[in-house]
């Protein structure tokens, strides 16, 4: 759904601007919605929404958080690296990890991440939603990790028209 309706927000084949962005429209996603923005400097990105799904996953509120806050140094400068490059190609891109608990079978994580602009068209961030197929409640020790294998779709090469529901 969230990526069906990024894809109606879309100017041609240019991300959609954040003003765009209508919740109401995507109000099953919104616990596990993210968005990331572009800090000032341009070379961060930080947490400027996120919904309770990910407050329960990590167990506080991200929203104000850089990559490298809630991964430490390495993974977050992977994480923000992958946000830098959905927002700036622009690119939408798709991303799994697996997880292998202490014990019992392993669990996976995915993520996509749309870019969004500002008003002019330039840039602004990344929109998401991060999704775990496992209960947060019953696995709380495991990680909110990266995801380990990702797929980048550039937003030029993808098609104009809606795809049918």
């Known amino acids: 759904m969230l990526l069906y309706r990024w894809a109606g927000w879309r100017i041609g084949l240019q991300p959609p601007p954040r003003a765009a962005v209508n919740p109401a429209e995507i109000k099953p996603c ?4 993210w968005i990331f923005r572009i ?6 990105m930080v947490c400027t929404l996120a919904g309770e799904g990910l ?8 929203i104000g958080s850089r990559p490298v806050d809630l991964w430490g140094k390495e993974s977050g400068g992977i994480a923000r690296d992958r946000l830098l490059v959905s927002a700036r190609t622009p690119a939408v891109i798709h991303g799994r990890t ?12 995915q993520r996509l991440m749309l870019p969004l602009a500002d008003d002019a068209g330039a840039p602004y961030g990344v929109m998401g939603m991060t ?4 209960d947060r409640h019953l696995d709380q020790d495991l990680p ?7 797929s980048a779709y ?6 104009v028209e809606l795809p049918l529901l």
């Open 98 to 109: 697996d997880i292998t608990p202490r014990s019992g079978p392993a669990k996976l994580a």
């Open 55 to 62: 407050r329960e996953a990590w167990g506080f509120s991200i």
């Open 30 to 33: 919104l616990p596990d919605l």
């Open 144 to 150: 909110v990790a990266l995801p380990l294998h990702t």
């Open 39 to 44: 800090t000032d400097s341009g070379d961060d």
């Open 154 to 159: 550039p937003c030029a090469s993808l098609p």
């Open 131 to 134: 999704l775990f197929a496992y």
